[in-house]
């Protein structure tokens, strides 16, 4: 499909593919959307048409109307009104389709109720100690191996799955097995089979967990869920274990990508990393930069349309897909100043986390473990720097999610 005319503009009958030269650089799509057609029509790698939202203010409106649904039978039922190709439906079980991302008021009210004790500012600033031991962990098996590592293998995916594990109780030697699954589940290249098998095996693994949990509880948050339910009976089976599905995903993907996004945005800079290491006071700041500039989540969850909406000055029909540029707001140079640009001083709040309702419940924690990962990098690797050249790193083929590949760096 193309996107526009020979000159490079786009027209209100073309449809834009999000394909693999978007996820390689999907800020280049999104500057010219917002200026030429801020609400436009396009389609996902399996084929399935959408409506794509870019712009600032459009975004933080549409992120709050409820009439832009979240509840995973209504997107069923949409879903099945498209022409999607044979076969390129990933059927998901019910047992992961029940938690606060795939709900509605009044059910998402109760979920989120049962579940924010456990990441309130507070719960999670009595996190740090274990956090820090972790990096500290982390840091001293970095200095003591090889010159040169994946940083995302080394240090930017075990920190968050680390923490989340412990949280929930996930023994340490079944962790990578959910890195498999997490990523093959939010892949956009891989296959219908695959994606199946691996929501079919994280589900299975789930559903011991929480029986587990039930029948022996622990000094954990998923236990803890598991006991609110039973009292309080405001959790299904497949809820709980739904739940448990989305804290171990959101829980560590949202991390690996800021820490790498933002390592590399430093690298990219030596400047902006040597004023961070000259003044580590700054550290907080520009992890809210980082989540800004490039953020970990591109696309936010699917919505669909439950009534005709006018979003930007365009009607979004009833029964529609409609995809909110998380990535494309926090650089709308009509919300901020030299948007591309790294600026360690901003004081500009983002959306990189969302709003409203949905705004996500682990944020808290994200900042907790993004400010710690970088205080603990800067302190200990002194010399870091790209084992590569830029141009042969490689981004994640996610619709969602906004993550490199790998990232090799030299540590001394």
Not at 44 to 51: E, F, N, Q, S, Y
Not at 84 to 109: I, K, M
Not at 139 to 155: C, T
Not at 363 to 369: H, M, Q
Request: aromatic content about 6%.
């Amino acid at each position: 499909m193309d996107d526009g005319r020979t000159d490079g503009t786009l027209t209100a009958d073309r449809v834009v593919p999000l394909d693999a030269a978007f996820f390689a650089d999907p800020h280049a799509l999104y500057a010219r959307l917002r200026v030429e057609e801020p609400v436009a029509r396009a389609v996902t790698p399996v084929g399935l048409p959408v409506w794509l939202v870019t712009r600032y203010d459009d975004v933080r409106e549409a992120l709050t109307d409820p009439r832009l649904a979240k509840d995973a039978d209504g997107f069923s039922r949409v879903l099945e009104s498209k022409p999607l190709p044979s076969g390129s439906r990933v059927a998901f079980t019910q047992e992961l389709n029940r938690h606060l991302l795939s709900t509605d008021p009044p059910d998402h009210t109760r979920l989120r109720k049962l579940v924010s004790r456990a990441f309130t500012v507070r719960a999670v600033s009595a996190l740090r100690p274990q956090v820090e031991a972790i990096a500290g962990r982390l840091a001293d098996r970095m200095a003591a191996g090889p010159a040169e590592v994946d940083l995302l293998d080394a240090f930017a995916f075990p920190l968050p799955m680390g923490v989340i594990c412990e949280l929930l109780g996930v023994p340490e030697g079944e962790r990578t097995s959910f890195r498999r699954w997490s990523n093959t589940l939010l892949a956009s290249d891989g296959t219908v089979d695959e994606r199946t098998a691996a929501g079919t095996a994280m589900a299975g693994y789930l559903t011991a967990l929480v029986a587990q949990k039930r029948a022996r509880p622990a000094d954990d948050v998923l236990s803890a869920i598991v006991a609110a339910a039973e009292d309080a009976d405001r959790l299904s089976f497949d809820e709980t274990v739904s739940m448990a599905f989305l804290l171990l995903v959101a829980g560590h993907e949202t991390t690996v990508n800021l820490i790498g996004n933002g390592v590399l945005a430093l690298l990219r800079r030596p400047d902006r990393l040597a004023e961070l290491r000259a003044d580590p006071a700054l550290v907080p700041a520009a992890v809210e930069e980082f989540l800004r500039l490039d953020g970990p989540v591109n696309l936010a969850t699917y919505r669909h349309t439950t009534a005709p909406v006018e979003v930007g000055g365009t009607t979004i029909p009833a029964g529609e897909v409609v995809l909110v540029s998380l990535a494309s707001a926090n650089r709308d140079p009509d919300h901020y100043a030299a948007p591309d640009e790294l600026d360690l001083h901003r004081e500009a709040s983002h959306l990189a986390f969302g709003h409203g309702i949905h705004h996500c419940l682990g944020a808290p924690l994200a900042r907790l473990e993004g400010e710690v990962a970088f205080r603990t990098l800067l302190a200990r690797f002194s010399d870091l720097v790209l084992a590569v050249d830029p141009g042969e790193l490689t981004w994640r083929q996610s619709i969602l999610m906004r993550g490199l590949t790998r990232l090799p760096v030299r540590l001394r």
